[in-house]
């Protein structure tokens, strides 16, 4: 019995001695962080900063190429096949991660920074998010439905104008833009701008069931907005491996750029919220609509009418949303009178706020309704009466 109680003692001391190891161990390879999820020095900020990635960070400004290989090994399988080409679609692998973020890793049994790529971090199971790119994909994930980006994409419409037309002028008419205002915008711009969420022949014309009450009030309408490019397809119709056109589509930083500016957009997001509209191209192209937001791309006189009678297309400028802002003359003659008894909406409403200051601008706009009215709407309507 006393050597039996004595062996006990022994493997005790044993079991005692390889816990104070371990511990010795997790602090030398950790460091002195916490090192068990959901303890009492586990704080939620220090969860919180790891569970999402951002390339705007010392650290990670570094060659696209350390992290992400081009081509992704999954590149043919997340397109159909007629339509998949060598891209970048699928993150990177743990070693881009694990020499600077070793404790993040092994921080309790479900890691924070693992949820930047896993749905649901455990070894049981290894699904992931889908990769932002392609971008259809990503936006159709939970993940991707409130996503943003941190970069903008730096795309010269001057010189794609000559360059599209001269590749392919029986198909694009991208040099045509401006010439026949009565030309269709569909016509000339459509490589890469469609009306987006067309109403065309339905009787539906809002995105979503409007109020009954909804009276005169603003409710967004389909094909309202254009579309752009979302991800590599146009893009790399030229600027691709085969035809070595430069930028080449390894060259992530040609295109991908820091946002540098911000712009208050004419939109309610008290409106979005009531809406409750989860699309991600009109949440983007909405927010960043710096002109008239209540302009619809697919009312009959608009769609009739080219781009270039609104947009000074060439000057388009991708890092820059206010060089697509529309000036009030663009406006004229349909909008905008010499006087107000020729029926001008400008007209009216700047009568009506000069009459009732409290009264809100709602015929174009959402946000900008209440702020003083721009010396540019009196001069565009002075020069239509001649003054």
Not at 304 to 314: G, I, K, P
């Amino acid at each position: 019995m006393r050597l039996r109680a004595g062996q006990d003692l022994k493997l005790k001391l044993i079991a005692a001695m390889i816990a104070v190891l371990c511990i010795v161990v997790l602090h030398a390879v950790l460091g002195p962080a916490r090192v068990i999820e959901g303890s009492a020095i586990e704080t939620a900020t220090d969860q919180a900063q790891y569970s999402k990635f951002s390339h705007d960070v010392a650290a990670h400004k570094i060659d696209c190429s350390k992290c992400h290989t081009f081509p992704s090994a999954n590149w043919k399988a997340v397109r159909p096949s007629d339509e998949a080409f060598p891209d970048i679609t699928d993150y990177p692998g743990h070693n881009s991660c694990i020499n600077c973020h070793r404790q993040q890793f092994f921080r309790g049994a479900r890691p924070q920074i693992c949820t930047i790529c896993h749905t649901a971090p455990g070894p049981r199971n290894s699904t992931r998010h889908p990769f932002p790119n392609p971008r259809e994909r990503y936006d159709a994930s939970p993940k991707g439905a409130d996503a943003g980006s941190e970069f903008e994409i730096r795309f010269p419409h001057e010189t794609h104008i000559h360059i599209v037309s001269r590749i392919r002028p029986a198909a694009i008419q991208f040099a045509k833009v401006g010439l026949d205002r009565n030309g269709r915008s569909e016509e000339s711009c459509i490589v890469c701008h469609q009306t987006y969420m067309p109403q065309g022949d339905s009787d539906a014309e809002y995105i979503v069931p409007q109020p009954k009450d909804i009276g005169d009030s603003f409710w967004l309408k389909k094909g309202t907005f254009k579309t752009s490019p979302i991800g590599h397809t146009t893009c790399f119709t030229c600027h691709s491996t085969e035809t070595g056109i430069e930028p080449a589509p390894t060259n992530c930083a040609a295109c991908h750029v820091f946002k540098q500016e911000t712009y208050a957009a004419d939109k309610d997001p008290a409106l979005w919220v009531r809406m409750g509209i989860r699309d991600r191209i009109i949440r983007d192209a909405w927010s960043s609509r710096i002109s008239s937001g209540t302009f619809r791309h697919e009312f009959v006189s608009h769609a009739e009418m080219n781009c270039s009678a609104c947009h000074d297309v060439a000057a388009l400028d991708k890092l820059s949303m206010r060089s697509a802002k529309v000036p009030i003359t663009s406006c004229n003659f349909c909008h905008i009178t010499g006087t107000s008894d020729d029926g001008g909406i400008l007209n009216f409403e700047i009568d009506s706020r000069q009459e009732n200051a409290s009264f809100r601008c709602i015929k174009c706009h959402l946000a900008y309704g209440t702020q003083p009215i721009p010396e540019s709407h009196f001069k565009a309507i002075s020069a239509l009466a001649g003054d």
